[in-house]
């Protein structure tokens, strides 16, 4: 399986400011035939499922607000969310899909400072 | 807008099978390329993928849980569904089921999900 470590554990950051995350890959996650990073990262909030907020490691799922980016390739992945909102307050997973099982990082949990 | 919505009994007793179904609606779980998931998450921890389903009755299962997973589908009541044989206390999670646009894809819908305590 493909280990997907996060850090940090956890993250606290004023209104406002930047908000970076990072993810690690065991493996590449690059698939060489389309150039595409199979990786995303989910935001879950108390008390409910995964949202889907990025795919192809920097593809924004349709409504997901412009302050949240991803990049990186290859085994080094970044989530940033350029000026962080209170309602930005969730734990943070990257997942890949590259092969099966599809994994997910351990978390990072986003508080606000 | 799909929607799914997972059902089952909320406890279980230890070495019994656990079983749940998701009920899809707003789309048909026959629409093509879509794959179904069971995804677990125990109580404060992160996210375990269980296994996956194609409306043909494909399966894929993670390996750590294969030897006392089944995941099938009945596609004339738009539904699928998740068994868990022999639980223990570590399968107390809550349950997820999700759809995906293809195999190797992210999930995009999820369910609520379902809190499953394994206690006797």
């Known amino acids: 399986d493909i280990v997907m470590t996060q850090s940090p554990d956890s993250l606290a950051v004023s209104v406002g400011e930047r908000a970076t995350i990072n993810c690690k890959s065991s493996?590449?996650?690059?698939?060489?035939?389309?150039?595409?990073?199979?990786l995303a990262w989910y935001q879950q909030k108390p008390g409910q499922p995964p949202k889907l907020l990025i795919y192809w490691a920097s593809t924004r799922e349709s409504g997901v607000p412009d302050r949240f980016s991803g990049s990186g390739s290859g085994t080094d992945f970044t989530l940033t969310i350029s000026s962080l909102q209170a309602e930005d307050v969730a734990v943070y997973y990257c997942?890949?899909?590259?092969?099966?099982?599809?994994?997910f990082g351990q978390g990072t949990k986003l508080e606000i400072k | 807008q799909l929607q799914l919505q997972e059902s089952g009994p909320g406890l279980v007793k230890p070495s019994e099978t656990l079983s749940l179904t998701c009920t899809v609606s707003g789309d048909s779980i026959s629409s093509s390329s879509y794959y179904w998931d069971w995804i677990r998450q125990p109580p404060g921890k992160g996210l375990e993928w269980i296994g996956s389903?194609?409306?043909?009755?494909?399966?894929s299962y993670n390996p750590s849980l294969k030897s006392r997973v089944t995941i099938s589908v009945d596609t004339s009541k738009n539904q699928f569904s998740l068994k868990m044989s022999s639980v223990t206390a570590a399968d107390t999670a809550i349950y997820y089921c999700?759809?995906?646009?293809?195999?190797?894809?992210?999930?995009?819908?999820w369910g609520q999900g379902t809190l499953v305590t394994v206690s006797s």
């Open positions: 493996q590449s996650v690059l698939y060489s035939s389309n150039n595409k990073n199979y």
């Open positions: 389903i194609y409306y043909s009755g494909s399966t």
């Open positions: 999700a759809k995906k646009g293809d195999y190797l894809r992210p999930d995009d819908y």
């Open positions: 997942q890949q899909y590259f092969n099966s099982p599809p994994t």
